[in-house]
């Protein structure tokens, strides 16, 4: 992988795609040829992509992430797009008028916040992703973790507190973590031509709907179905060390070390650790990316210029 500052020379130093046709012919050749390793590696593997962050508010950015989703697809690659939607929700209960609050990072859901998380998520930003992925030339589908029973919750009941790490009793209503995962709705639609696109919205044994963290929720898919590799995008560039530089290569002990010595802070701890649990459950690989770059997700998968950091497993003695 390479730095941030270090872009492919087919872009611009904003990171913008240049004009095709400034393009010139042997640099095209030179792009496939560099792309050709990276797309017989990941033929006929599942890569899940935690579409959520700025990118899912600006137009430029979210045509780039359809546009890669759909030349996956084509390349032989199973892409399972997981996406978020924060703002948005927070947005339309401001509009509704319905105080929202968080304890630890989660919105606190009673039973008509859920209502509106479960519309928000499931309605509006599941089906304009889905337009999104058709109008490049795809053929998305978006469900929910509800449909087929695909992701079974229970509720949240305790959390670590931030500043001890000592596990504490909540009650944030209906928020859900998961503790069953039935991808038989996956395995059908990915079989085909089709391109899942998943709500993290899940339920409960008893039929209660539960808003789960859509990063929770990519990771738990990730784990069960054995992801080749899991893509979580952000709106930061990656994991910094001390000197806030970017780290682009992390093992899990590496990363439990940071942690450990507070380099790792903040709301990056649960995301490294959910990246740790991932690893740990067989995934190759996870990627926290940065979704502000335009195409992050074929820089990532089919360029040696990654554009965050990558966590793996520890290296094998002698390996």
């Known amino acids: 992988?390479?730095?941030?500052?270090?872009?492919?020379?087919?872009?611009?130093?904003?990171?913008?795609?240049?004009?095709?046709?400034?393009?010139?012919?042997?640099?095209?050749?030179?792009?496939?040829?560099?792309?050709?390793?990276?797309?017989?590696?990941?033929?006929?593997?599942?890569?899940?992509?935690?579409?959520?962050?700025?990118?899912?508010?600006?137009?430029?950015?979210?045509?780039?992430?359809?546009?890669?989703?759909?030349?996956?697809?084509?390349?032989?690659?199973?892409?399972?797009?997981?996406?978020?939607?924060?703002?948005?929700?927070?947005?339309?209960?401001?509009?509704?008028?319905?105080?929202?609050?968080?304890?630890?990072?989660?919105?606190?859901?009673?039973?008509?916040?859920?209502?509106?998380?479960?519309?928000?998520?499931?309605?509006?930003?599941?089906?304009?992703?889905?337009?999104?992925?058709?109008?490049?030339?795809?053929?998305?589908v978006g469900i929910s973790g509800k449909d087929a029973n695909l992701m079974i919750a229970k509720k949240v009941t305790e959390m670590p507190d931030p500043k001890t790490n000592i596990m504490e009793k909540v009650d944030i209503g209906f928020v859900g973590d998961p503790i069953e995962v039935n991808p038989e709705i996956i395995d059908v639609i990915s079989k085909s031509d089709l391109i899942p696109v998943i709500a993290p919205v899940g339920v409960s044994r008893d039929g209660q709907t539960l808003n789960i963290n859509g990063d929770t929720f990519a990771s738990a898919l990730a784990a069960r179905i054995k992801a080749r590799r899991l893509l979580l995008l952000t709106d930061v560039a990656g994991v910094l060390d001390k000197d806030k530089k970017l780290i682009e290569d992390l093992t899990v002990d590496a990363a439990r070390e940071m942690i450990r010595k507070g380099v790792i802070n903040g709301g990056m701890i649960p995301k490294v650790e959910g990246c740790i649990e991932v690893v740990e459950a067989g995934v190759e690989a996870v990627v926290i990316i940065d979704g502000r770059v335009p195409h992050c997700v074929l820089l990532e998968l089919f360029t040696e210029h990654g554009v965050g950091t990558i966590v793996r497993a520890n290296k094998k003695p002698g390996a």
């Open 1 to 140: 992988m390479a730095k941030n500052n270090d872009l492919p020379p087919h872009l611009s130093a904003s990171g913008q795609a240049l004009d095709s046709g400034a393009v010139p012919a042997q640099l095209k050749a030179h792009i496939l040829a560099e792309a050709l390793p990276h797309l017989i590696r990941y033929d006929g593997q599942t890569v899940i992509i935690k579409f959520g962050g700025n990118a899912m508010g600006d137009q430029a950015l979210s045509e780039a992430f359809a546009q890669d989703i759909v030349f996956l697809k084509r390349s032989g690659v199973n892409p399972i797009v997981v996406h978020g939607g924060g703002p948005q929700i927070a947005a339309m209960l401001k509009r509704l008028d319905i105080k929202s609050e968080f304890v630890h990072g989660l919105r606190v859901t009673d039973k008509a916040t859920v209502e509106v998380v479960e519309m928000v998520l499931a309605g509006t930003i599941n089906k304009d992703i889905v337009s999104a992925i058709n109008r490049q030339g795809g053929k998305a």
